[in-house]
């Protein structure tokens, strides 16, 4: 019998699209070889090797080392600065061409993807989702199976709490 997580979502049904990429942080791929160092505690990601270059930060690309969630060993994910910016505790991921960087942080069962970036203190936990072109910056928290999508903004110290989903539409 397979182990669970101590912190389990309901069923989300996650699309996995790629979605076109926004000029909005301006990313510039680059050919970096040398990546961060990963604690012996991770078993859950690595690094891809392929880079992107955003407001001046080095961001890397993820990959899957075993089958968790909805995420498959083998499958590439967005980009990091660092370990620290994705809990490898728990189911959370962040995937397509979707950047964290900074002090933000993908905890808890959150899902990241599509042209999505998060950045200064900004938080998605809690079986949260942020999908298509969605922006978070400074302290803003996506929590409680929330889900924003589309060309929504969240800054400053705002928070979205509880089974809400926003679209921008």
């Known amino acids: 019998m397979k182990k669970k997580d101590s912190y389990h979502c309901e069923k989300m049904e996650i699309e996995k699209k790629a979605e076109p990429t926004s000029s909005r942080s301006n990313p510039t791929p680059s050919l970096r070889t040398e990546t961060p160092a990963l604690s ?10 392929k880079t992107l270059e955003v407001n001046g930060r080095t961001l890397y690309r993820i990959i899957a080392l075993k089958d968790f969630g909805n995420v498959r060993k083998g499958e590439k994910g967005g980009f990091i ?89």
């Open 40 to 49: 012996k505690e991770n078993t859950k990601f690595g690094f891809t090797g």
């Open 81 to 169: 600065e660092n370990e620290r910016n994705l809990d490898f505790n728990y189911g959370a991921w962040i995937a397509d061409n979707a950047r964290v960087f900074e002090n933000a942080r993908v905890s808890r069962n959150g899902w990241v993807s599509g042209d999505t970036e998060l950045s200064g203190n900004a938080e998605v936990t809690d079986c949260s989702r942020a999908t298509e072109n969605v922006r978070l910056s400074v302290n803003a928290k996506l929590s409680g199976h929330s889900w924003l999508s589309g060309n929504t903004e969240l800054s400053d110290n705002k928070k979205v709490s509880g089974y809400i989903r926003i679209p921008d539409r």
